[in-house]
């Protein structure tokens, strides 16, 4: 039976090859079919309309208009990290109350 974080790479590989299908790239629209289902709360937040086009030529790094699964992990860890300094900071106020 997998551990948790053998299924979270399982699941990770699976998004990512859902969206990219056959062609083992994600173009600017596969990236962002993924981001509104899969990271919906990262796009209703963000202020900025050119966010998903700033971060598609971030990770766009070949310009090509192709994003990889490295690159699109490198989203996901950069998600992460995000998530977890804000999680970080939050649990630091609420022990201080």
Do not use: W
Not at 11 to 23: C, I, N, P
Not at 82 to 89: G, I, K, L, R, T
């Amino acid at each position: 039976m997998p551990s948790q974080m053998e299924h979270a790479m399982e699941t990770l590989m699976f998004t990512f090859h859902k969206y990219a299908g056959d062609k083992n790239y994600l173009s600017k629209e596969d990236l962002r079919a993924l981001m509104e289902k899969e990271f919906p709360g990262f796009l209703e937040n963000q202020r900025d309309p050119m966010a998903l086009d700033k971060i598609m030529k971030d990770l766009d790094q070949c310009r090509d208009g192709k994003v990889g699964f490295q690159s699109f992990f490198s989203l996901v860890a950069g998600l992460t990290i995000a998530c977890n300094d804000y999680f970080v900071v939050h649990m630091k106020q609420k022990g201080r109350k």
